[in-house]
């Protein structure tokens, strides 16, 4: 539980119940329960975009594709040093 209310931030509860009752020859019979409430983080969620279909898409189709390209590599130069 500590580690649950450590990572979201939320408070958590540990409750312990004891209950206590007379059994024969003068014993007591002794039941606890121990019930533990972590705290739960927020459930997953995705961002979709509805087509006038009615479907969800991951991507805005009204947003326009850019065409983007690959970078390429070039080595490392040295650099030049101009005296003054």
């Known amino acids: 539980m500590v580690s649950a209310v450590d990572a979201h931030g939320k408070a958590g509860k540990l409750t312990l119940k004891i209950d206590i009752k007379p059994s024969t020859a003068g014993a007591?019979?002794?039941k606890a329960e121990c019930?533990?409430?972590?705290?739960?983080?927020?459930?997953?969620?995705?961002?979709?975009?509805?087509?006038p279909e009615g479907n969800l898409m991951d991507e805005d189709p009204r947003q326009?594709?850019?065409e983007l390209k690959?970078?390429?590599?070039e080595p490392a130069r040295d650099l030049k040093s101009v005296n003054a």
């Open 28 to 30: 007591m019979a002794v």
């Open 64 to 66: 326009a594709k850019l």
């Open 70 to 73: 690959p970078v390429k590599h």
């Open 35 to 51: 019930s533990i409430m972590k705290p739960k983080g927020k459930p997953a969620e995705s961002l979709l975009w509805a087509t």
